[in-house]
């Protein structure tokens, strides 16, 4: 049997990582023509080999463990020989709930799988719509000691079990059932466990809360494999290892995940590969999930992990609008964004997109896409770095400020008083209380006096929130150090995001203006040194009100410039707003 190396060096080939597919394909046949008989290994795919070849020319190390595998063995091959990094191969697409939500939207996800003409494809899943508030309610069901937790149960056993009948047959549908009946039946013990001891514990409540995304993954993989598609499903728990964070978040360790990814591939290697989102391990392999709406952040986690060439998550809506558009009915939608306009955006409540989503692919630049699955002609929204809104002339159209977003079910907290004023260590006394309770402060406004702090906390934190500070405070309150603390209950946050509103003057003269007219008391203000974005606190009730009033007012800016009424420039609260003024209002 001829060797791998000689019979590439006879071939007179030189291999480069930029001629890979091109010289992989003349390389294949000549691994089938000279090293015959090379067993081939079941269910790998070509690339597979190819990765390989590809790592021959870069690692000179490698060559003799690489050479001794394929041609020695070739049906073992060891993980650390295994790149499955390698950068471009790998299409990422996640679907959300809504995506996966009955038999016939399942049917359709397999398809768009189908038509994507990549090499290797990593599909992220939801659990099927609503599964995961059903199953949140399940635990408090039984920790409440409630028993229809049981027939809740029922109910969501029908509901796999009524679509597994509708998708599969034969084997796929007997291993499905068979598994999703064993998993219901440790539910139940599990439960009767909370029921009784009328308490679940977190690891507890994130094993049971994790079972819809491994149902909808599992049928999703069979669907595929019906078409004679070589697939498999990951349980991502076996792969991805997260840590907490102190803000109740978590961490990947991308090391370790990488560790056991390239582990679990040499198991199971496979070109279609559909993986649970939302769910994950800690390093002492207890189940934990990324929190709620976490299976955006797993797509992109994958996406790093895989070095995806793109990352494309399905929703039911055309891409990102310049607003929420149940909430403003003209919104646009927004061809590109940057990373951290959407990570503005996703921040500020644009929930289209999870926030944690950016951070995993910003470091490789790996594009996400947004695309509405009942509308896949739509191009959906890009987000890459840098990105550019060109008109056919090459003008850019980017406006300066790209889109808003809200957040409601805030409170304001005001910490004021005199002896704040030139005193080191006021903020870091206070956000160490806040931090103590574990609250979450979503914006941040000084008055440059130094006279006053105030903040953003979830209402449901805010009580909380303001005991630690009174007793945190007690001796400065009492002596008149400070004045108060106070509580802004039902308040909302309004942001407004663009990275070209950097460096533009007038941006923030427009949004106050528009405010302004629409009657809109602003309770508080912050902007950031990279002024990507201005955020406003108002009262809940004027929330959508101002929402409506400042995209219009920029988006009408917007139209105006295309229309080649004013020249791109500034959108000033002088020219524009005249033409506003008399023209349109
Ligand atoms: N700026 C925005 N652009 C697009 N959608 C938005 C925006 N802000 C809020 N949304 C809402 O986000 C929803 C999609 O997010 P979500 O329901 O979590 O999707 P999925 O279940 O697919 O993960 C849309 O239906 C839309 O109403
Ligand atoms: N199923 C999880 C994870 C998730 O992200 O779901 P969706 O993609 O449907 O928002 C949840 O509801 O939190």
Redo the contacts with the bound molecule.
């Keep these: 049997m001829a060797s791998l190396s000689s019979a590439i060096s006879n071939s007179g080939h030189v291999l480069s990582p930029n001629a890979l597919p091109h010289d992989a394909a003349k390389l294949k046949k000549i691994c089938h023509s000279q090293c015959r008989p090379l067993p081939r290994p079941p269910r790998r795919s070509p690339v597979f080999r190819l990765d390989f070849i590809f790592r021959l020319e870069r690692k000179e190390t490698l060559k003799t463990k690489i050479f001794t595998s394929v041609t020695d063995t070739a049906v073992d091959i060891s993980p650390e020989i295994v790149k499955l990094s390698k950068a471009d191969v790998w299409s990422v697409h996640k679907f959300?709930?809504?995506?996966v939500g009955s038999s016939e939207r399942i049917k359709n996800v397999a398809n768009i799988i189908l038509n994507d003409r990549a090499e290797m494809k990593l599909v992220v899943v939801?659990a099927m719509?609503k599964v995961t508030d059903l199953m949140y309610d399940l635990i408090d069901k039984a920790q409440s000691r409630d028993e229809s937790y049981v027939s809740a149960l029922d109910a969501i056993l029908e509901k796999h079990r009524s679509t597994a009948l509708d998708l599969l047959d034969g084997d796929n549908l007997g291993s499905f059932l068979s598994r999703l009946h064993h998993d219901i039946n440790n539910l139940k013990a599990m439960l009767r466990a909370i029921y009784i001891a009328g308490h679940a514990t977190e690891s507890f409540t994130d094993f049971v809360v994790g079972h819809g995304e491994l149902w909808s993954a599992q049928m999703l993989s069979y669907v595929i494999r019906k078409d004679g598609v070589d697939c498999q499903w990951m349980d991502t728990r076996e792969v991805l290892i997260v840590n907490p964070t102190s803000s109740n978040q978590v961490d990947p360790d991308y090391q370790e995940s990488e560790r056991r990814l390239k582990n679990w591939y040499s198991k199971n290697p496979s070109s279609t590969i559909v993986a649970t989102g939302f769910i994950a391990s800690t390093p002492q392999n207890i189940p934990t999930t990324l929190k709620r709406?976490g299976?955006?952040f797993s797509a992109a986690i994958m996406g790093a992990l895989f070095r995806a060439r793109q990352v494309t998550i399905?929703?039911?809506?055309d891409?990102?609008?310049?607003?929420?558009?149940?909430k403003v009915s003209e919104?646009v939608i927004l061809s590109t964004l940057s990373y951290q306009e959407a990570w503005e955006?996703s921040y500020f409540?644009?929930?289209?997109l999870h926030p944690r989503t950016i951070i995993p692919v910003m470091k490789y630049h790996i594009p996400i896409v947004i695309r509405n699955i009942f509308n896949i002609s739509a191009p959906g929204t890009k987000i890459c770095h840098p990105p550019a809104d060109i008109d056919e002339t090459g003008q850019s159209l980017e406006s300066f400020v790209k889109?808003f977003?809200t957040i409601d079910n805030l409170a304001l907290i005001n910490v004021e008083g005199t002896g704040m004023a030139g005193v080191p260590g006021t903020a870091s006394a206070i956000f160490g209380a806040v931090k103590d309770v574990g609250a979450n402060v979503i914006m941040i406004s000084q008055a440059s006096s130094e006279h006053s702090v105030c903040f953003a906390v979830p209402e449901k934190e805010v009580k909380a929130v303001a005991e630690a500070l009174q007793s945190r405070f007690r001796q400065a309150l009492d002596a008149g150090r400070l004045s108060q603390v106070a509580v802004i209950p039902n308040c909302s946050i309004l942001a407004a995001v663009g990275q070209k509103m950097a460096s533009t003057p007038g941006v923030s003269a427009t949004l106050f203006n528009a405010l302004a007219k629409a009657n809109i008391n602003v309770r508080a203000i912050a902007q950031g040194c990279s002024e990507y974005n201005i955020t406003v606190v108002v009262k809940r009730e004027d929330c959508i009100r101002a929402l409506r009033a400042v995209h219009s007012r920029f988006y009408l800016s917007r139209t105006t410039i295309a229309m080649g009424i004013i020249g791109p420039g500034l959108i000033g609260a002088t020219l524009l707003d005249q033409l506003r003024d008399q023209v349109f209002l």
């Design positions: 959300g709930g809504t995506c939801s719509s709406d299976s955006d399905w929703t039911d809506v891409g990102v609008y310049s607003a929420d558009p149940r919104a955006m409540g644009a929930n289209v889109g977003a």
